[in-house]
């Protein structure tokens, strides 16, 4: 009988990918786990179901787990899907440069993760302050692609393939976020130790299984397109441009190691926000436990 677990998802969007081809191609059923995907289009809920333990595995933003830290908490990241950020900055069709984003309303995921940071280095590469972007914390990526054609936002973080149909809609596409952050470790797999330390094949199961449609994404690239067809409602040419750049920009890190580049950035922005003491040294074992994908390998 199959282990079930809730695994709590961010949004639609391409760094789920190795996650939907390892459920169509059967590999969570190999290892003998049932996951139950739950998309919640919200980091804030992410973090208070895990809490309340109505989730086992999240797979989206570090930001509070790093922040919770060092007030106690226990969760730690287990594996990496995406260590850099897969956004381009999309923007209404009259702003056509960055510097058209002074006073224009920016829409992020939530007012603690990275894309509001990210909108924050935007704003210090060009000699801004704070403040002269508006944030707003609207949702994920298709949330934030629907008020933009309504007008309700002037620009917004979109990853690709929504990043394609914006420009072929007209709007204007100012560049990758990644110019600006070209190491963060943008997502990953995390969970509570001491659900983790009872549940041990569970988990080591899972991240087998996830490695395995990581690998199938590359080997099986059109496969991998058609799945981002069914869970995007995206185009069959809009996925394979999607899968042929999350490979090429090395969107997913081999074998789903985080890594200390990308970790020490999300530390050192929390620690400039005022969310980690000041005086805190950066510690990665204080955030990822490397065990059980050791032992998945």
Do not use: C
């Not at 989206?60 to 226990?74: M, T, W, Y």
């Not at 110019?179 to 659900?195: G, I, K, M, Q």
């Amino acid at each position: 009988m199959a282990d079930t677990l809730k695994v709590a998802l961010v949004s639609r969007t391409v760094f789920y990918a190795p996650v939907w081809v390892a459920e169509r191609k059967g590999y969570f059923e190999d290892e003998g786990v049932e996951p139950r995907f739950e998309i919640f289009d919200n980091a804030e809920k992410i973090n208070a179901v895990m809490r309340a333990g109505e989730a086992q595995i999240a797979i989206a933003s570090v930001e509070a787990l790093v922040a919770d830290a060092f007030k106690g908490g226990q969760f730690r990241i287990v594996a990496s899907v995406a260590q850099k950020p897969p956004h381009f900055i999309i923007a209404r069709p009259h702003i056509k440069t960055v510097n058209d984003l002074k006073g224009a309303r920016f829409g992020v995921l939530s007012l603690h993760e990275g894309t509001t940071y990210f909108v924050q280095d935007i704003e210090k590469a060009l000699g801004w302050t704070r403040g002269d972007i508006v944030i707003d914390a609207v949702g994920g990526a298709p949330t934030r692609w629907k008020l933009l054609r309504e007008g309700k936002i002037d620009a917004g973080l979109q990853p690709f393939p929504l990043s394609y149909e914006s420009e072929d809609a007209g709007f204007s596409n100012l560049g990758r976020i990644a110019t600006y952050v070209p190491d963060y470790e943008f997502t990953a797999a995390f969970l509570d130790p001491a659900w983790a330390s009872s549940h041990r094949q569970t988990v080591t199961g899972f991240l087998r299984a996830l490695s395995r449609g990581q690998a199938a994404m590359a080997a099986e690239p059109d496969f991998a397109a058609g799945v981002l067809v069914e869970e995007l409602g995206t185009t069959l040419p809009y996925a394979r441009r999607a899968i042929a750049d999350a490979l090429n920009f090395k969107l997913m890190p081999a074998g789903l190691a985080a890594s200390e580049a990308g970790m020490r950035r999300v530390f050192t922005t929390l620690r400039g926000a005022g969310l980690v003491p000041s005086d805190a040294a950066f510690d990665m074992a204080r955030f990822v436990d490397p065990g059980y994908l050791a032992a998945a390998r």
